[in-house]
């Protein structure tokens, strides 16, 4: 009875860390969407040259940006390894969040080329 009850202990004890394991994203597996996300707003600056809503002027500051974020990017990889870390991603997110606000105002605005 004593072996059953230190098996069942033991399995306890073990099961939380097991779990845990599992639940731990993988370094890299989140950034997809940061990738994605890069492509999409090229895209769309793209085609926003090709249809003439965006001035050179405009596409030149838009890319600049990008640019940024993009040596951002690198720099917080450098300090881990290769790896983004939550925080790092976050900050990334807000900036292509804001940049993705700069790209549709340039190309809603009244500027054409």
Not at 82 to 104: A, C, F, P, V, W
Request: aromatic letters at 2%.
């Amino acid at each position: 009875m004593n072996v059953k009850a230190l098996l069942l202990a033991a399995a306890v004890a073990v099961t939380p860390v097991a779990m845990m394991a599992q639940t731990t994203p993988t370094p890299g597996k989140n950034d997809y969407n940061i990738h994605q996300r890069k492509a999409n707003q090229q895209r769309r600056i793209a085609q926003g040259v090709k249809s003439g809503q965006l001035t050179p002027h405009e596409t030149r500051t838009l890319e600049r940006q990008e640019r940024g974020i993009n040596r951002e990017e690198r720099g917080m990889r450098a300090q881990d390894n290769g790896h983004l870390t939550k925080q790092d991603r976050k900050t990334i997110h807000q900036q292509q969040n804001q940049e993705s606000r700069r790209i549709y105002r340039k190309k809603h605005n009244a500027r054409v080329q």
